[in-house]
């Protein structure tokens, strides 16, 4: 049992390149989660769905886009990078509502 | 909207000291709160939560809500407790967290 796993755990990438992150949880979570992690700003929600086929949008969620065709992957897409997204992404997931949420280990990405 | 404030940045105390972690928020609805703890290398996990009103490795936290506040608190901290402690608001629609900023503890011996 993996819990919550994230692929890459780094990325370089160069402004306006694309890049997928994956995230994948193997607890049949309904609810998963995209955080991203910016000193002295704490994790900030960036999309989230509540089950397959679904997703909305969080605190954050310019430039990036989602997808959760599986129940077990949520997919986070950024289609043109810029140096304001440089930061620790983390996926996590929960069974339903007022559930505790489980993290993954995190993606650091550098746009530079 | 909802907002969750920890006012210190770095608390630094040595082993054996007192330490209190500040947490304040604003919420319209009825609060949830958690405290989330990083420790290093480590992904995040939650510590704890009020409606639980339990004492994990020592720490409590009660909500005041009077004062808005949530304050994590340990009588005698230990060099292990050198972590990054995140406090969080959640929204019942969607189970969603509203973070903190953060609180890096800093234990010395």
């Known amino acids: 049992n993996a819990g919550v796993t994230q692929t890459p755990k780094f990325r370089v990438l160069k402004t306006g390149q694309s890049m997928t992150l994956l995230c994948a949880q193997d607890m049949n979570h309904e609810y998963m989660y995209w955080y991203r992690q910016d000193p002295g700003m704490g994790l900030r929600l960036i999309h989230y769905?509540?089950?397959?086929?679904?997703?909305a949008k969080g605190e954050v969620p310019d430039g990036y886009n989602v997808s959760r065709l599986k129940k077990q992957n949520f997919l986070l897409g950024l289609e043109s990078a810029a140096p304001s997204q440089t930061s620790v992404y983390f996926c996590a997931s929960s069974q339903s509502n007022n559930y505790e949420q489980y993290f993954g280990p995190g993606t650091r990405l550098t746009v530079t | 909207a909802q907002r969750v404030t920890q006012p210190e940045k770095l608390l630094s105390v040595f082993k054996g000291a007192p330490v209190e972690l500040k947490c304040n928020y604003s919420y319209s609805g009825s609060p949830e709160l958690f405290w989330y703890v990083q420790y290093s290398r480590q992904r995040l996990q939650l510590l704890l939560r009020h409606i639980s009103r339990e004492s994990i490795k020592g720490f409590t936290a009660d909500l005041n809500k009077g004062e808005t506040s949530f304050h994590l608190k340990k009588p005698f901290a230990q060099e292990e407790d050198s972590a990054m402690y995140y406090c969080?608001?959640?929204?019942?629609?969607?189970?969603?967290?509203?973070f903190g900023g953060g609180t890096r503890v800093l234990v010395k011996p």
């Open positions: 769905s509540v089950g397959e086929g679904t997703t």
């Open positions: 969080a608001l959640r929204m019942a629609a969607g189970n969603k967290l509203t």
